[in-house]
Nanobody, 122 residues
């Protein structure tokens, strides 16, 4: 499956952004989807994941209560709604697809989007 992430940008601390990730090429609903991020000089980290039918979600502790992952299988798209953004949320955000289930480890994800930059300013 091919993934295309979009929606990043520059936002002030406390603001909101919604990222989108559109899929093509394979049956989107057969994949669990995840969002990861990588800040400069840091390793890529898990942000959120959602099951194939959207019924189960999981979040990193650092974003719990502020970010919401969702999906629309009719539109082959997964979203990440980010509220109450903090300076430390600044990173390149990647969407990823897993054919193996709902995981927080990036080793279980088969396909990756190109990344979209999110910059939070003070």
């Amino acid at each position: 499956v091919q993934l295309q992430a979009s929606g990043g940008g520059l936002v002030q601390a406390g603001g909101s952004l919604r990222l989108s990730c559109s899929a093509s090429g394979r049956t989107f609903s057969s994949y669990s989807m995840g969002w990861f991020r990588q800040a400069p000089g840091k390793e890529r980290e898990f942000v959120a994941a959602i099951s194939r039918n959207g019924g189960t979600t999981t979040y990193a502790d650092s974003v719990k209560g502020r970010f919401t992952i969702s999906r629309d299988n009719a539109k082959d798209t997964v979203y990440l709604q980010m509220n109450s953004l903090k300076l430390e949320d600044t990173a390149v955000y990647y969407c990823a697809a897993s054919s193996r289930g709902l995981y927080v480890s990036d080793r279980y994800y088969d396909s990756w989007g190109q990344g979209t930059q999110v910059t939070v300013s003070s």
